[in-house]
């Protein structure tokens, strides 16, 4: 798509984003050129958006005479076209700074959400760290022919319960056994590192313990995927005075339900978490975010050097890209130190 816009071509795309940006409004030709700073007569400036309209980087909404950018428009333009501006947040971070405290996760968790909010004035979402699900005492119970309840408890009392079901029948004097055997074997692990121990000493294990210990280990995963993963979001009010919602109550109920059920926001977020840096996702070019008014700035934070979770800005298509950039940028940054052990 790039090596089809000559450099005019992409020098107005740019303008027109950019002006659209700053004023909510559909770019006339006449906007355009002032904007643009390009010495182009009207007929000129029209037929090149013309052109860009075919190839759908723009659009011309409704009875308007200007155009206003697409999601294909916005990638572009995020992609190839932006351009840093330099962005004070030392003042505002300050005072998050000084409450993340590394024995305080949660507090953490909660103050990057509202730091996010409050600097991009739209939504900060942050998915807090899986806790590591360690393995202190694991017992099996018996409830009828193979069909077992798996009790899995961790350090701080935590309790899992889940019922399996099993290809042989055991007997409760067979289950008390496996219970002492993998409690000896196993506590003090996560259930990551059993997993792993597992996949070289199964061998080794009597057959039908086994068998337990990975039905056992599945339903610690299924458990801690479930349950343990917490997401905070802070600033879905903001949306109520973005221009681009307020006149639509039906996209504003909509996107109030995506803050309700946040195992849809769970899944568009997990997406950044598997790669590195600032990631953008825009409305309408894919599933990912099943709204086109909504884009999506995010990035992954560590700890000690691993990646733990996910933060980011939920906002309008109509957002100030590289602004929405620097901000989650520094904060996954504030967050990764505060942390991290040092």
Do not use: C, W
């Amino acid at each position: 798509m790039k090596a089809m816009l000559d450099e005019r071509a992409r020098t107005l795309l740019k303008a027109l984003v950019e002006r659209y940006i700053a004023d909510g409004q559909p770019v006339g030709s006449r906007t355009l050129s002032r904007a643009s700073g390009l010495d182009l007569s009207p007929a000129t400036i029209r037929n090149v958006m013309a052109d860009l309209e075919d190839l759908g980087l723009i659009a011309s909404p409704h009875t308007s005479a200007g155009r206003i950018p697409t999601a294909r428009g916005y990638r572009l333009f995020v992609d190839t076209m932006l351009t840093s501006q330099p962005f004070d947040v030392g003042a505002a971070s300050a005072p998050l700074e000084s409450q993340l405290q590394p024995d305080q996760p949660q507090r953490v968790i909660a103050n990057a959400a509202q730091l996010l909010s409050s600097l991009s004035s739209f939504v900060g979402v942050v998915v807090a760290p899986r806790k590591a699900g360690v393995l202190h005492h694991i017992e099996f119970l018996r409830l009828s022919a193979r069909r077992i309840l798996v009790i899995l408890v961790a350090p701080d009392g935590d309790v899992q319960n889940r019922v399996i079901v099993t290809a042989q029948d055991y007997t409760q004097s067979q289950l008390v056994e496996a219970s002492n055997y993998l409690t000896a074997q196993y506590a003090g692990l996560t259930i990551e590192e059993v997993r792993e121990r597992l996949k070289t000493e199964v061998d080794a294990l009597r057959g039908e313990i086994a068998a337990l210990m990975q039905a056992a280990v599945q339903t610690g995963t299924d458990a801690m995927a479930e349950g343990d993963e917490q997401i905070v979001v802070s600033g879905e009010r903001n949306l109520l005075a973005v221009q681009d919602f307020s006149s639509d109550m039906g996209s504003l109920r909509k996107l109030f339900d995506l803050f309700e059920q946040k195992t849809q926001l769970m899944r568009l977020l997990d997406v950044s978490s598997r790669a590195e840096g600032v990631r953008i996702y825009i409305g309408g070019e894919s599933m990912v975010v099943p709204f086109e008014e909504l884009s999506v700035v995010s990035a992954p934070y560590e700890v000690n050097g691993k990646i733990v979770g996910t933060l980011g800005v939920i906002g309008p298509t109509r957002m100030a890209y590289e602004r929405m950039i620097q901000i989650v940028d520094i904060t996954s940054r504030l967050v990764s130190n505060a942390l991290s052990t040092k």
